[in-house]
């Protein structure tokens, strides 16, 4: 009985177990390919090394543990632990926990946590439940409703965030009435919805200085660089509001990147407009449903409630001190 690193042969009796476990229903996780399992979970990357340990009995692998280490923002991640069912509830995979928790700080002794959250760059898509195989592509936390919360919690993790998955479908999506209403009230003060122009509009580097979010700011000036459909709220050419980009995932997923309103401008139902626009030109270009997660006490939840987008799943953000393991 031992904790070691990782060997090519166990690979292949690992993948069968993960996915054993998928079958049953056991975990949310979207089946993937051998080689795409190998290279999240036991591949080594240069930006953002993997840390990954199996427990054997035996000789015979019975569990694994991968995290991800970002150097640049000096952050150690937990991806993912399993241990096989029959060997559960017997410390094993405290053993597991362990081991990582200490390679981390004797190898990285500047990282003061393991967090286990959606910024992790090592993503991993799951099933939305009750749906014909929708997915959503990261997993923001530790959900709520598995023995994961319990374990992690037991193991000296701390909850810091909840975080709460919504869904809806959208193939037969219009405006309700009070959003007509809302387009209406804008047009009269000369706020318009539409997609970006950049013969028309101006001030994106304005809205984004307000809304503070680096990576709004990327993703956004990416997809218009790709020339990528961008939906913008705009009074009088002046961008004050965004949402996108207009993309459509192979899954027929509508994808979503956040939306901001420039803070002269809320109040106003600007963001109810510009969610709603999203949701009807995913639509027409062929979306089936929409998935997202945003903190329990983010106000921008309303918004998606108001759209009929209903919580699907809660997370745990959930972090552990490592600097005296």
Same mark, same amino acid.
């Given at each position: 009985?031992?904790?070691?690193?990782? &060997?090519?042969?166990?690979?292949? $009796?690992?993948?069968?177990?993960?996915?054993?476990?998928?079958?049953?229903?056991?975990?949310? #996780? !979207?089946?993937?390919?051998?080689? *795409?399992?190998?290279?999240?979970?036991?591949?080594?990357?240069?930006?953002?090394?993997?840390?990954? #340990?199996?427990?054997?009995?035996?000789?015979?692998? !019975? %569990?694994?543990?991968?995290?991800?280490?970002?150097?640049? &923002?000096?952050?150690?991640?937990?991806?993912?632990? @399993?241990? =096989?069912?029959?060997?559960?509830?017997? %410390? /094993?995979?405290?053993? *597991?926990?362990?081991?990582?928790?200490?390679?981390?700080? &004797?190898? /990285?002794?500047?990282?003061?946590? $393991?967090?286990?959250?959606?910024?992790?760059?090592?993503?991993?898509?799951?099933?939305?439940?009750?749906?014909?195989?929708?997915?959503?592509?990261?997993?923001?936390?530790?959900?709520?409703?598995?023995?994961?919360?319990?374990?992690?919690?037991?193991?000296?993790?701390?909850?810091?965030?909840?975080?709460?998955?919504? #869904?809806?479908?959208? =193939?037969?999506?219009? #405006?309700?009435?009070?959003?007509? %209403?809302?387009?209406?009230? *804008?047009?009269?003060?000369? +706020?318009?919805?539409?997609?970006?122009?950049?013969?028309?509009?101006?001030?994106?580097?304005?809205?984004?200085?307000?809304?503070?979010?680096?990576?709004?700011?990327?993703?956004?000036?990416?997809? $218009?660089?790709?020339?990528?459909?961008?939906?913008?709220?705009?009074? =009088?050419?002046? $961008?004050?509001?965004?949402? %996108?980009?207009?993309?459509?995932?192979?899954?027929?997923?509508?994808?979503?990147?956040?939306?901001?309103?420039?803070?002269?401008?809320?109040?106003?139902?600007?963001?109810?407009?510009? @969610?709603?626009?999203?949701?009807?030109?995913?639509?027409?270009?062929?979306?089936? /449903?929409?998935?997202?997660?945003?903190?329990?006490?983010?106000?921008?939840? &309303?918004? /998606? =409630?108001?759209?009929?987008?209903?919580?699907?799943?809660?997370?745990?953000?959930?972090?552990?001190? +490592? !600097?005296?393991?």
């Amino acid at each position: 009985m031992a904790v070691r690193n990782v &060997k090519t042969k166990d690979i292949p $009796i690992l993948y069968k177990m993960w996915h054993q476990s998928i079958a049953c229903g056991e975990l949310l #996780y !979207k089946p993937m390919s051998i080689e *795409l399992f190998t290279s999240k979970f036991f591949d080594q990357h240069q930006t953002t090394p993997l840390i990954s #340990y199996v427990f054997e009995i035996q000789g015979v692998p !019975k %569990g694994f543990i991968s995290g991800v280490i970002d150097p640049s &923002k000096a952050k150690a991640y937990l991806t993912m632990i @399993f241990v =096989e069912p029959s060997s559960r509830h017997q %410390g /094993y995979g405290t053993l *597991l926990l362990n081991h990582l928790e200490h390679e981390v700080h &004797k190898e /990285y002794p500047s990282i003061p946590t $393991i967090d286990i959250l959606f910024f992790n760059p090592m993503t991993l898509e799951w099933i939305i439940p009750h749906t014909d195989n929708h997915d959503h592509p990261n997993a923001p936390g530790v959900d709520y409703d598995s023995d994961a919360y319990v374990f992690f919690k037991k193991n000296g993790y701390i909850e810091f965030a909840k975080q709460n998955s919504y #869904y809806r479908n959208i =193939e037969r999506y219009t #405006y309700s009435n009070s959003t007509e %209403g809302y387009i209406q009230s *804008l047009n009269k003060n000369n +706020i318009e919805i539409c997609l970006y122009d950049q013969e028309k509009h101006h001030g994106f580097q304005g809205l984004f200085d307000d809304l503070k979010n680096s990576y709004w700011q990327t993703e956004i000036t990416q997809a $218009i660089q790709d020339n990528k459909p961008v939906l913008v709220a705009s009074h =009088e050419g002046k $961008i004050i509001g965004f949402t %996108g980009p207009l993309c459509v995932q192979s899954s027929l997923r509508g994808y979503f990147a956040g939306i901001g309103v420039h803070s002269a401008y809320r109040g106003l139902s600007v963001g109810k407009v510009l @969610f709603a626009a999203l949701c009807k030109q995913l639509s027409v270009l062929g979306a089936h /449903y929409m998935s997202l997660f945003t903190g329990e006490n983010n106000q921008a939840r &309303k918004i /998606y =409630e108001r759209e009929n987008f209903i919580i699907v799943r809660s997370w745990a953000n959930m972090r552990k001190e +490592i !600097k005296h393991v």
